[in-house]
């Protein structure tokens, strides 16, 4: 069975009819996944789904063949906001989850300063060493979300879901961004599920892109991305690729003209 497995899965809020509708989809693990599609369409909810933050009405939600029953502690999150804690330093900030979730609560004092040693490779790997004792307001944006990867990385998660998280960056710290996490993907090979308006994004980092209609939020298409990896920036100026892209936006804009059609 695949790592994550909705089957016919729907999700009404409250009596405004269903938000998502009918989803069916399996993410094999260590697949990297994105979802575009117009605004409101339910792409945060499918992150709320599948990290058991929110149950479904309809239908069922399975990780690592597990019915979802509750937040799930093999996952990771970043969002738009870093939300780093303004007063933890950067390395308190990253060792966070480790002093919430279980087993690395209970072992949280005895065995810190491995936990630091995490942390501070986290950091290194994404660019962030010598920072480790600045505090967020002495970091840039994109330094920030640097850390908010790491500490959503820190207790090792099999699965990081990622809700739009390079969205309040410009559009060289979004780049740079896409290879660190593009880079920390290819070592570990966590699963991921990537929530993004930016449709190069999508192309860059995934395995699989799915297009959501508008509400209720339904999957009109699964495109498979071939570019062969490991993937380098300049990929992003090919013709191969600025026609995929461009695909996927003709795509979009169907959907929010009203024209869409599930393939
Ligand atoms: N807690 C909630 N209670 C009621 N309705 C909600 C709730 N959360 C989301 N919705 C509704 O569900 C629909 C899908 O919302 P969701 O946030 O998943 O969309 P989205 O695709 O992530 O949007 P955006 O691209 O604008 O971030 C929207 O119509 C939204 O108003």
Redo the contacts with the bound molecule.
């Keep these: 069975m695949a790592f994550v497995d909705f089957d016919r899965v729907s999700l009404a809020?409250?009596s405004s009819g269903n938000?998502i509708e009918d989803i069916s989809l399996s993410i094999e693990e260590g697949e990297f996944v994105a979802f575009v599609?117009p605004?409101?369409?339910?792409?945060?909810?499918f992150m709320k789904l599948c990290t058991g933050l929110h149950g479904p009405t309809g239908g069922s939600v399975r990780v690592d063949g597990e019915p979802v029953s509750g937040p799930l502690k093999i996952c990771g999150m970043a969002f738009q906001s870093a939300n780093l804690l303004p007063w933890r330093t950067t390395l308190d900030n990253v060792l966070l989850p480790l002093e919430i979730v279980e087993p690395y609560r209970r072992q949280f004092r005895r065995r810190r300063t491995e936990f630091e040693g995490w942390a501070r490779e986290l950091l290194r790997t994404v660019g962030l060493e010598g920072y480790e004792e600045q505090y967020p307001w002495q970091l840039s944006g994109g330094m920030q979300q640097r850390a908010s990867i790491c500490r959503a990385l820190i207790h090792r998660p099999r699965l990081l879901m990622l809700d739009e998280p390079f969205a309040a960056l410009d559009a060289f710290t979004r780049e740079e961004l896409w290879c660190v996490l593009r880079d920390l993907w290819e070592a570990q090979r966590f699963t991921v599920v990537l929530?993004t308006?930016d449709l190069r994004e999508a192309a860059f980092l995934a395995d699989t892109v799915y297009v959501m209609s508008r509400?209720p939020?339904r999957i009109l298409e699964a495109r498979p991305i071939d570019f062969p990896r490991p993937r380098p920036l300049e990929m992003t100026f090919e013709a191969s690729f600025t026609t995929l892209v461009q695909a996927l936006r003709s795509r979009i804009g169907d959907i929010r003209s009203g024209g869409e059609v599930r393939s």
């Design positions: 809020y409250d938000a599609g605004s409101g369409c339910g792409k945060s909810t929530v308006h509400r939020g």
